[in-house]
């Protein structure tokens, strides 16, 4: 197969696109199409300050590079979470990472070590509290939202972006369908605007690219991302939906986007107008002054104070009460 507008040898086909490109084109139209996501969706501008959240994995460094390219002020945040089980996932993430730095003197990465700053590793945190008894996945959300968020508002970043690519965000949709979760699908947007009591704007400029053309996109740029998924992710739900939708997609290219992009026009079209309006009012933590709709302390500072109680009863040392 040739490329559509050089002939030479291509590096990916996208059949959903009629299009066949080489390495260089690709690059080309992939930051292209990142560059019309963000302006079309309004995500940031080239006057703002960017916080990418990256993992280690393909999306977030490609994406990473992709804004770092295009000249957007584009800083990353890594949260260690100290995932272990036998294979240091964690730690093997954070040296992709610095791989990635080795390249581009002028990225600025920040850590964020949560058995530093919270006193215990997600795993060990989940153990401890009633939220994780079975995977840690749900603290480790609450964790990740939270930090984030903290970030964001400390270094005084207008937008946090994330790398989910279309088959994420579809597998999402399709869990929020088969629920027929309402509030969650009229939340799940490209861009989310920042609310007045002080969550930060968030924005997913590759939700329109398949897997595979981050991945290439990757590839072509010889990006050495972690390749292994979190140890946790085994048997997630998301996985069993992305699995159908890959059926679907066998047989019928293009069915991943058409679902998406149909649920984004809808979306505009205000079908899922008011849906929201359940929702309570957020107001700030009584503890860490982040937005919650609890009232008096947010889940974090609640979910901390379980860890360590029980850490307390268990003899071993809490974390210090000012530490996050
Ligand atoms: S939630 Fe669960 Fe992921 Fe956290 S513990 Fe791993 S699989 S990393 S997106
Ligand atoms: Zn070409
Ligand atoms: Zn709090």
Redesign the pocket.
């Known amino acids: 197969m040739k490329c559509t507008k050089c002939a030479a040898p291509a590096a990916i086909n996208m059949r959903q696109h009629r299009l066949a490109l080489c390495g260089d084109h690709y690059v080309e139209w992939f930051r292209a199409q990142t560059e019309r996501a963000v302006s079309k969706h309004r995500m940031f501008s080239r006057e703002e300050r960017v916080l990418v959240a990256v993992s280690g994995g393909k999306d977030s460094l490609a994406l990473w590079d992709v804004l770092l390219h295009l000249g957007y002020q584009a800083d990353a945040l890594y949260i260690d979470l100290g995932i272990d089980d036998g294979i240091r996932y964690s730690d093997r993430s954070l040296t992709h990472i610095h791989r990635f730095l080795a390249g581009r003197p002028e990225a600025n990465l920040q850590v964020v070590d949560i058995e530093q700053v919270c006193g215990a590793s997600i795993p060990d945190a989940s153990r401890l509290t009633r939220r994780g008894r079975s995977k840690p996945c749900s603290v480790c959300g609450l964790v990740k939202r ?1 930090v984030m968020n903290r970030v964001a508002r400390d270094g005084g970043y207008d937008v946090v972006v994330t790398g989910h690519n279309l088959d994420d965000e579809a597998a999402v949709l399709f869990g929020n369908t088969l629920r027929w979760q309402l509030g969650y699908l009229s939340r799940q947007a490209p861009v989310l605007p920042a609310s007045s009591q002080g969550l930060a704007r968030k924005a997913k400029p590759f939700h329109r690219f398949y897997e595979r053309e981050t991945a290439a996109y990757a590839l072509v740029r010889g990006i050495d991302y972690m390749y292994d998924e979190c140890p946790y992710s085994v048997g997630a739900t998301s996985l069993r939906h992305k699995a159908v939708l890959n059926e679907l997609e066998r047989q019928a290219p293009a069915t991943k986007l058409q679902f998406y992009l149909g649920f984004l026009r809808a979306r505009e079209e205000g079908a899922f107008e008011g849906l929201d309006a359940a929702r309570p009012d957020l107001s700030a ?6 937005p ?1 709709t609890a009232g008096q ?6 979910m901390w104070e379980q860890v360590n109680a029980r850490k307390g009863r268990l003899g071993e040392p809490a974390r210090a009460e000012n530490s ?1």
């Not at 302390?297 to 609640?302: L, T």
């Open positions: 939270h933590c009584l503890e860490c002054g982040q919650t302390r947010c889940a974090f500072c609640r996050r």
